[in-house]
């Protein structure tokens, strides 16, 4: 069964630091990879998306992802982070099914906080 | 460009009455609309999702029910509220086509007292 793998519930990191969140899923075929982002009391923002070709793909903010097929992952990073960084992100796999719509298997979450 | 609406932003309910949440979304025709659920500190579960009017399906068993009356709206309905359907209600759309990235309302935040 397909499903995706987010191993850190929270982290923390100071202001300027880099910054690398791990998503890792499990899916039969090519997968169709997501990042996430949502501030809090709000909806999810897509920071950037894999589908083929480039495994390194460019995002929005500065985020870009690496998608490993060796390691099933796809990592999310930042050279340098911003105070306005700090919120949830997710990783999500998505998986065509036979009812004809797009299925998302979302992670449970990294909760990024900023330290000044 | 695409927009997705939702509405109320907020809203406190008793237990036993009714629910009515809206999701309207603007600048694409027949997209593939969800309902999902998160509750406090957890991920997201998707409750419906539809390919077209009239068309729902759930994805888990609940109190809640969708309705899909127009193209691009998306109602999420219950007709006793219980405490347990407390949450933050997520409305969402995607092109028709496979495998294509969803994109999210801002959310309705529900109390239930």
């Known amino acids: 069964a397909q499903s995706v793998t987010q191993p850190d519930i929270h982290i923390t990191v100071s202001e300027g630091a880099s910054l690398e969140l791990r998503c890792n899923y499990s899916y039969g075929a090519t997968p169709y990879l997501f990042w996430y982002v949502q501030s809090p009391g709000q909806g999810l923002q897509l920071l950037l998306k894999?589908?083929?070709?480039?495994?390194l793909v460019q995002g929005i903010k500065g985020f870009e992802a690496e998608f490993k097929r060796s390691q099933s992952s796809f990592n999310l990073r930042k050279p340098s982070v911003h105070w306005s960084d700090a919120a949830e992100y997710f990783c999500a796999v998505g998986a065509a099914t036979s009812g004809g719509y797009n299925k998302l298997i979302f992670g449970a979450g990294t909760r990024l906080a900023v330290h000044p | 460009s695409q927009t997705i609406h939702q509405w109320p932003a907020t809203l406190v309910q008793p237990v036993g009455s009714p629910l009515s949440l809206e999701c309207t979304v603007e600048g694409t025709s027949n997209p593939n609309l969800y309902w999902y659920r998160q509750a406090a500190g957890r991920g997201l579960q998707l409750l419906f999702y539809?390919?077209?009017?009239?068309?729902i399906s759930s994805e888990v068993p609940q109190n809640l029910s969708a309705s899909r009356p127009q193209d691009r709206q998306f109602i999420l309905s219950s007709k006793k509220l219980l405490l347990s359907d407390s949450g933050f209600y997520l409305c969402a759309w995607s092109p028709s086509t496979v495998n294509q990235p969803q994109h999210f309302g801002d959310g309705t935040r529900l109390s239930i007292l």
């Open positions: 539809s390919v077209g009017i009239g068309q």
């Open positions: 894999y589908f083929s070709g480039d495994t």
